[in-house]
């Protein structure tokens, strides 16, 4: 009874929640919320945070990003994959939302009255960096799970953006933004680029460990590399193919 009764508060509270949604973040870190309650919890936070897109504060936004990356590195190893899975791509919805007007304001700044100067990289290229540089790590202490869910996400990110308004998801942005956010990630030093070189590190980094651990069993022939880091680097090769 309690699990329908916190279900049906979420969905009453879809409809009408305004920015910051803290009822459904609070269903996300409350410890007696099942594995479905948060699932949905995540799919409303993501209407909301869209819906409400354009008058929330851009500090805001990107703390959202940020604490839904973190719930997915806290709970990766403890939820089901649809969870994690949820979290991750609500994270790579809000950074193609946020991509085109977070780096023309990071270009801006940059054009300030104190003369041109280097960009500093946007909030959104900050977070996706952080993503990269874990995925191309060749130490983990979590025994390869912090790799694998960056990489993971990182696909999630390459497929939100090769993705058209016709089967990207749901967020608010005319064929005209879609294409304008393709073109900023493929040509930012923080985009594509920088994504396809951490799948390529994170594929040689597996297969040298695969390799590694054949040869204290004693095999010598060649391993085939990891299937999961495999599967995760495919969406990022792929990006950078269709360019």
Known sequence: PSDRAAEAELFRCRSVCTFPPTAFVESLQAPASTAFLRFQALAALREVCLREWAV???ADRCGM?????QFAAQHVSELPDYVTSSALQTVAILLKRGWVEEEATAMACAAGPGGAQQPQPSAAAQLLNSAVSAAASSSDSSGGASQHMCLRLLSLVVSEF???ANTSSAMGLSLTDHAAA???FQDSPHGLVSVFSAAVSAINIAFDRATQAAQAAGNTSPQPVCGAVQLSAA????GLVKT
Do not use: I
């Open 235 to 238: 969406p990022a090769l792929a």
């Open 182 to 184: 393709y073109e900023r």
């Open 162 to 164: 090769l993705a058209d």
């Open 56 to 58: 929330s504060p851009p």
């Open 65 to 69: 990003r940020s604490f839904l990356l």
